[in-house]
């Protein structure tokens, strides 16, 4: 889907930007790379990498898991970061119609230089950081408050004097231009003018004058009988254009099919190797672990993954997990959607689990016997691009209904 739209800055007159998945499509195919070699080396569903080269970004979950894909797509064709994101915020805007986010709640996990050590270090501001920082930007702003406000005096000093200026300037010009009232014709030009001598009128010609007032008056009566249904006519036109007019609303929570967990959704693997294999899973993780509480450990080996999650009732978080990097998760209670889960190994409580999915796309939750509280999707995702959970989206979606129909009555 190519929009044929020139960039408005762009003054060279060069023709428009080049979408993303154009772009990705192009070097794809130079370097004869087909999508399904690109999903064995990314992991990434062949779906979600058709949406990407189509623009489809309501194909495509949050933004955050949009990022993570192209980020992945780009570095298998060796293609610059900073342009391939540029490119991506660019379509983004043209076709959703609103910047990207900014993702100030998303994480990039880097690992440490000891692979066995899985403190995950947050590259990206934190959202305290970035409150601190907004802190020092009002401190800076209060020291220039003083010259903002002596510059807007001056400017309506200024501008005060020119309309004052422009105002005397038009009375000026109406006052020559003004209507000095009737004119008087001299006395001796009034005793030479002839008075007029009216005419008398014949019997004929006052009949045929009063047949001719007849006539127009039937003829006006007409004209008023033709005129009354094509007004109503009018009328009813005039309704259905206001009808077609007035947009429907949007809706900020769209009707979303929930499905109350029943299933496993994992399955616990106490004797698979990968539980006394220090790469996969480090011995300081394993001495972390709390019986008391849920112990997640995530670590993509493969490739990268994408997830949003939450711990207790603190706020829905996402993150970027790379090849090679982890996360450690402890609550008393643990739901997550994994974006990329065939990358990744998941180890619950100290052993894997096997989280199989044809989609790519996983939800947990922990511990298991908890499922029937939540619904499917986890975190489903609003218009304004916020996640909330399936029992909150809930609520807010009735709500909205509730009140478009008060709305309609």
């Known amino acids: 889907m190519m929009i044929e739209q020139s960039d408005s800055n762009n003054s060279s007159g060069e023709g428009p930007v080049q979408l993303l998945g154009e772009f990705l499509k192009e070097r794809r195919l130079a ?6 070699k690109i999903s064995q080396k990314t992991k990434i569903n062949l779906s979600i990498l058709r949406a990407i080269e189509a623009n489809d970004y309501n194909g495509l979950p949050s933004p955050a898991y949009i990022k993570g894909f192209v980020t992945s797509y780009s570095k298998t064709l060796g293609l610059d970061r900073d342009e391939v994101h540029s490119k991506m915020e660019y379509t983004y805007y043209q076709v959703v119609g609103k910047a990207f986010p900014a993702l100030n709640h998303t994480h990039n996990f880097k690992a440490q230089e000891n692979t066995k050590s899985a403190t995950p270090v947050e590259v990206e501001q ?6 601190e920082n907004s802190k020092n930007v009002l401190e800076s702003s209060k020291s220039l408050l003083p010259l903002a406000i002596f510059g807007i005096v001056v400017i309506a000093i200024v501008g005060g004097y020119q309309i004052v200026s422009s105002v005397i300037k038009d009375e000026v010009d109406a006052s020559k231009q003004q209507d000095l009232g009737p004119t008087f014709e001299s006395s001796a030009a009034l005793l030479n003018e002839k008075p007029a001598t009216p005419k008398v009128e014949t019997t004929e010609e006052t009949e045929v004058k009063e047949e001719e007032v007849t006539a127009a008056a039937e003829s006006v009566k007409v004209e008023e ?14 309704e259905e254009l206001v009808e077609k007019i ?8 769209p009707s979303v099919d929930f499905r109350k967990v029943r299933n496993k959704l994992y399955t616990l693997l106490p004797d698979a190797p990968e539980n006394d294999n220090e790469e996969l899973l480090p011995a300081d993780i394993k001495s972390k672990m709390n019986s008391s509480i849920q112990n997640v450990y995530i670590r993509a ?13 603190r706020p829905i978080e996402s993150a970027i997990i790379e090849k090679g990097k982890d996360l450690f998760l402890q609550g008393t209670q643990l739901r997550i959607f994994l974006g990329n889960v065939r990358v990744t190994k998941i180890f619950y409580n100290n052993k894997l689990i096997g989280a199989d999915s044809k989609s790519g796309v996983k939800s947990l939750i922990f511990p298991e016997s908890n499922n029937s509280q939540y619904y499917l999707p986890l975190f489903p995702k609003a218009k304004d691009d916020i996640l909330y ?14 009140q478009l129909k008060e709305e309609e009555n």
Do not use: C, Q
């Open 31 to 36: 370097k004869n790379f087909t999508l399904e």
């Open 126 to 131: 934190a959202p305290h950081k970035v409150i």
């Open 225 to 238: 009988k033709k005129e009354e249904p094509v007004v109503a006519k009018v009328e009813e036109k005039k």
């Open 246 to 253: 007035v947009p429907e609303k949007v809706r900020n929570f």
């Open 301 to 313: 080996t493969d490739g990268n993954t994408w997830l949003s999650y939450k711990v207790d009732e």
């Open 389 to 402: 959970t399936g029992e909150e989206y809930m609520k807010r979606m009735k709500l909205e209904e509730d």
